[in-house]
Structures are given as C-alpha cells and as structure tokens.
C-alpha cells in the first residue's frame, strides 16, 4: 500500500497549486480519505476529508479557496488550492482510512503518504 503526493511548490500569495496522490496496493472507492498539513514547530492539522460518497468537509481557515475531490479511475486525490496564503505554507500529506468519517482524527487513518511542500510567499 503506498500514497504518493505531487504539486507542491513555491507559489506567491494569491496564486493557485494542485496537489494529486496517487494511491497504488488498494482501490481508493470505498475509503474515506483526506489533506492533511503540517507546518514548522506545529501539530498536523486536518484540511479537508472525502468519503466514498462524496461528503466533503473542510476546515474553517481554507473553505471557499480549497477544493477536495477524488478520481476513483485513477485512484487519485486531488486538492485544488486558489488564494494561497503564506499561512498556508506546509507540507501537506495525504491519507485514508477504510472507515466512513468525516473528522480529522490522525488516529483513524491507516496509509499516509510521504508529503509535498507547499511554500507560499507574501
């Protein structure tokens, strides 16, 4: 089982990134799975979770600028990220877990992925 994250980079602020992870050794269909982020000297936060019927929840500081969506042809997950924020600066990680959730609760999750930085300049 592996994930594997791409699409980070250094961006501006304003600008937009698309992260995608690749999911190999499962299918992703019927698994919750989810963004997470984790900056310098802080806790990994949750950023958004999908489930496998497309219930979607976001955490306060990114709704209306991030978008979570899940290619099940391509067992892949993606997250859209328009009006970047230097706050937004981390590395972002994916996950899933076969439970139907809709917390961040790190605990649930069983696969991670190694990250990708996402570096957002003011």
């Known amino acids: 089982v592996q994930l594997v994250e791409s699409g980070g980079d250094p961006v501006q602020a304003g600008g937009s990134l698309r992260l995608s992870c690749v999911a190999s050794?499962?299918?992703?269909?019927?698994?919750?799975m989810a963004w997470f982020r984790q900056a310098p000297g802080q806790e990994r936060e949750g950023v958004a979770i999908i489930d496998k019927y497309g219930g979607i929840v976001y955490t306060d500081s990114v709704k209306g600028r991030f978008t979570i969506s899940k290619d099940n042809a391509k067992n892949t997950l993606y997250l859209q990220m328009n009006s970047l924020k230097p706050e937004d600066t981390a590395m972002y990680y994916c996950a899933a877990t076969p439970r139907l959730i809709m917390s961040f609760w790190i605990a649930s999750f069983n696969y991670w992925g190694q990250g990708t930085q996402v570096t957002v300049s003011s």
């Open positions: 050794g499962f299918t992703v269909s019927p698994y919750s």
